[in-house]
């Protein structure tokens, strides 16, 4: 099983930005692409960003973050990167950092972090 190791996460105030990182090791074989999930007090674990890790980039986002967020990959170091600016208070979440299969726009991840909260103030 793949361990996952998600960082970054803290308080910040609207329209500030962070930058969450996730480590991949052990048994990253098989692993073609990372991304991040959120899961919001109340309410399901979401879809965020995804990105594959080797060969041309291929990344998914889900819309509520499209032009804010960036997912971007180190495939020399099993790290990916999430980029969060123009922060709003609904951003405010626990990311999990998780790997798996390709990327598609359904992405079912196999494996996940143990999460990174993000507080974002109004």
């Known amino acids: 099983q793949v361990q996952l190791v998600d960082s970054g996460g803290g308080l910040v105030q609207a329209g500030g930005s962070l930058r969450l990182s996730c480590v991949a090791s052990r048994r990253t074989f098989g692993i073609a692409a990372m991304g991040w999930f959120r899961q919001a007090p109340g309410k399901e674990r979401e879809f965020v960003a995804v990105?594959?890790?080797?060969?041309?980039?291929?990344?998914y986002y889900t819309d509520s973050v499209k032009g804010r967020f960036t997912v971007s990959r180190d495939s020399t170091r099993n790290t990916v990167y999430l980029q969060m600016n123009s922060l709003k208070p609904e951003d405010t979440a626990v990311y999990y950092c998780a790997a798996g299969g390709p990327p598609t726009p359904n992405w079912v991840p196999r494996s996940w972090g143990q999460g990174t909260q993000v507080t974002v103030s109004s």
């Open positions: 990105i594959n890790l080797s060969g041309g980039y291929i990344t």
